[in-house]
């Protein structure tokens, strides 16, 4: 006898189970029937699509992205610079040979000021030595 409850409550739970599905995919059909005009008119409005929030533990980072044309241009412009700067850097750029060459020119202007300074320097040295003696 136990066997036979067992058995009844068993099918009791199989057959909610059932309604409760069947009751599901009813409302299911039932929201996916255009409300007033939609049906209609077909509308392609991109606000209406929920966008899906993507977490970023799920963001494949090995995916490339493509850059816009002006952040290729922007790279592309760092890389040029960075180039003549180290180019610059060896002088091996015409602005550097310009550069050190009036470099030069100013140091040897600078060297013969300072031999010209200590020249006058000694000769008033000597002036001053001989007024004293």
Do not use: W
């Not at 409300?35 to 977490?55: A, D, M, R, S, Y």
């Not at 493509?66 to 890389?79: G, M, T, W």
């Not at 091996?92 to 200590?118: F, G, H, P, V």
């Amino acid at each position: 006898m136990e066997i036979n409850l067992v058995d009844f409550f068993q099918e009791e739970t199989e057959e909610e189970e059932e309604e409760i599905v069947s009751s599901e995919e009813e409302s299911e059909e039932e929201s996916d029937k255009p409300k007033g005009t939609q049906g209609v008119i077909e509308i392609q409005n991109p606000n209406l699509i929920k966008q899906k929030n993507v977490k970023a533990r799920d963001v494949d980072i090995e995916k490339t992205t493509e850059l816009s044309r002006r952040e290729r241009e922007e790279i592309e412009k760092q890389k040029s610079h960075e180039r003549y700067m180290k180019l610059q850097e060896q002088g091996k750029t015409e602005q550097a040979r310009k550069d050190l060459d009036r470099l030069s020119i100013i140091r040897q202007e600078r060297a013969e000021a300072a031999k010209k300074r200590e020249e006058e320097k000694a000769a008033k040295e000597q002036k001053k030595s001989e007024s004293r003696k």
